[in-house]
């Protein structure tokens, strides 16, 4: 059995050490476009030398940025091929700034197994402290794994968000670049999906698709420094579901309701008709 409930839920997956610079975090926001407006004060604050301002959803690849080999979904009670898997969810909270440069230590946790009849749901929980034993943040998210399901677990909770409404009160178009999965796997996640033409072929896509945790970060940046003034350090957590794919080189349109304390926000595909790429997007403002 590819899934067994009782072995997953509440296993713990060995802890993970590791470093980063500043070089890796300039990397990754590089990954998610930064660099666009090159002579934008606010963005160059993400890529300057020595200290560049650190985007929270860094946390997303800090513990396996030097990674080089693909990925393998392998757990206790759980060993599903990485064909089969697309991520569902993602949350990160900060507890306070990144800093630029730092050396952590992450402990997860099998949090949830779901059984969605065709499909598995699994839910990670993830703490990370740095080297002084002091708290960085802490992490959610879900793995949607495609024909694992029946194996006799529980459904699972909705978890959707309740926007507005009224029309938002922001709307903005993000491009990304043809080359970006390309790029962005340079911090760490060498999924073929996202680089080999055959694979994505073979997991049932056209062509390779860009990270899930790409967007996810991508939309990140953009509200952050539409709404927040490129201030990094106002974001206090960011939450979203992984509602469908995006090809490199399609333009997100993002529309965000501001909430005071948290900024709700959807983004679709303006190449595809607006198909849906997040939803129950979340930003929490610190």
Known sequence: MPIDPSVAIGAELPAQEFSWTGSDVQLYHLGLGAGARPTDAGELRYLRDGDPQVLPTFATVAATFHAT???KVS????EIDLAKVVHGSQEIVVHRPIPASGSGRTVTRVAEAWDKGKAAVIVQESTTEDADGEPLWTARSSIFARG?????????????????????????????????ALLYRLCGDRNPLHSDPEFAKNAGFPAPILHGLCTYGTVCKAVTDRLLDADVSRVAGFRARFAGVVFPGETLRVRVWNEGDRLLATAAVVDRDLAPALADVVLTVS
């Open 69 to 71: 080999e693909p990925p």
């Open 75 to 78: 757990f206790p009670g759980v």
């Open 148 to 180: 694992e399901g029946g194996f006799g677990g529980e459904r699972g909770p909705s978890e959707a968000v309740d926007y507005p409404e009224r029309e938002p009160d922001a709307e903005f178009d993000v491009p990304t670049l043809p080359q970006q």
